[in-house]
């Protein structure tokens, strides 16, 4: 069984391939539509994170702040090394990294063979969502990484692929049976499939109106009709996703059913749904920070949403997860890589450097490290 450092070397390795290439460059108003390759840290805050495509004003700020350089991601093949990186990449984490872009790509063309009403090809689908059945084990801190990215796709494609690894997840911490596993992970790619055919109400770039949320509101049923009709696809899939935003109080839709109605695997399956939705960057709502995200489903868990499902959510990603950036007791700016399960406050941190370089990179286990603590949770300031 790996150590929790075996887990942070193996976290190192996958990173890499996260950065891929990237180069210094001065801060410049040329820089614009550039993307980060590493967060900007300034004053003991993080001011953008890795992966922002650059702004106008985003670097008018900056300089303001006195950032003087940007790493951003190159395509000239100049690789950057980062500090105290232990070796070459694993050839497993970049195949785990390069599936993920696949079933991106299959959810993609799933949603549209749905939309031209084509036959849907399963099989590929099918074989994704085992894989990543048999990464929860040996590769969960890789996966967790994977949920905590931004992606370029649309957020129906990300927001699939995040939920079927996350309900997989939470359905083998809560000891279901392989199979029904295998469901959770395929009723997370196909669970949105009905918000194809309201698709010209969700794309608008207004908010939409209290009527077109009720349109929006049937997605579950057309998603489960699509799904009825596909071979091979165990029912409790149909289930799930008819169910998904079911709550246990009734006061879910599409049909306000109760706990006694629901299906167990509903009941993981909502909560790794509503866990996603509520902490992703998405049209009409702004990016809410995972840990309150995790708050409100734990102030929610035996009224809406199943307490046990709560609790694997816990256990998985801690109260912290991975992805987050917190500030410690020592005054230290970090970002959370990996989660603690039998501890939820105490993960596993990357302590970012500061902008002047005087002060290094460090990696620390909070679960050792008992002098230390986090006292706040970051926003992104610029």
């Known amino acids: 069984m790996l150590g929790r450092w075996d887990v942070l070397r193996d976290y190192y390795r996958g990173k890499m391939e996260q950065l891929k290439y990237m180069v210094k460059l001065p801060l410049g108003k040329d820089l614009a539509g550039r993307i980060l390759a590493k967060p900007v840290i300034g004053h003991d805050q993080v001011l953008l994170e890795e992966g922002t495509r650059l702004e106008p004003a985003q670097l008018e700020s900056l300089e303001k702040t006195g950032i003087r350089e940007l790493f951003l991601e190159s395509d000239s093949g100049m690789e950057v090394v980062l ?65 905590s990215r931004k992606t370029p796709y649309n957020y129906l494609l990300s927001h699939s692929l995040n939920v079927s690894i996350l309900a997989m997840l939470l359905g083998r911490r809560q000891g279901v049976a392989d199979l029904e596993v295998t469901s959770l992970g395929l009723a997370g790619i196909l669970h949105d499939l009905g ?109 809406q949403f199943d307490r046990e499902a709560v609790r694997a959510l816990v256990t998985e990603l801690s109260l912290f997860p991975p992805g987050s950036y917190i500030r410690l007791s020592n005054g230290r700016v970090a970002r959370v890589i990996d989660t603690n399960p039998e501890r939820a406050d105490r993960p596993m941190v990357e302590i970012l450097p500061d902008t002047d370089g005087h002060r290094k990179r460090e990696w620390v286990d909070l679960s050792d490290a008992k002098e230390l603590k986090i006292v706040e949770v970051l926003q992104c300031n610029v």
């Open 195 to 303: 918000m194809v055919k309201v698709k010209q109400v969700w794309d608008k770039e207004e908010k939409i109106t209290q009527a077109e949320f009720f349109q929006v509101m049937r997605h579950p049923i057309y998603s489960a009709d699509i799904i009825g009709r596909l071979h091979g696809v165990p029912g409790q899939v149909g289930v799930i996703s008819y169910q998904h935003h079911e709550r246990l109080d009734g006061s879910g839709y599409p049909r306000g059913l109760g706990r006694a109605r629901i299906h167990k695997l509903s009941r993981i399956f909502m909560v790794a749904d509503a866990y996603e939705a509520s902490s992703s960057e998405r049209r009409h709502k702004d990016t809410r920070h995972k840990f309150y995200s995790i708050s409100e489903l734990i102030n929610l868990a035996g009224t």
């Open 83 to 147: 500090e105290g990186h232990p070796g070459p990449l694993e050839a497993e984490a970049l195949e785990l990294v390069s599936s993920y872009q696949e079933t991106l790509d299959l959810v993609l063309a799933i949603q549209d063979s749905v939309k031209n009403d084509d036959k849907i090809e399963i099989g590929s689908c099918q074989r994704l969502v085992e894989y990543f059945s048999r990464k929860l084990g040996s590769k969960r801190s890789h996966l967790l990484e994977l949920l």
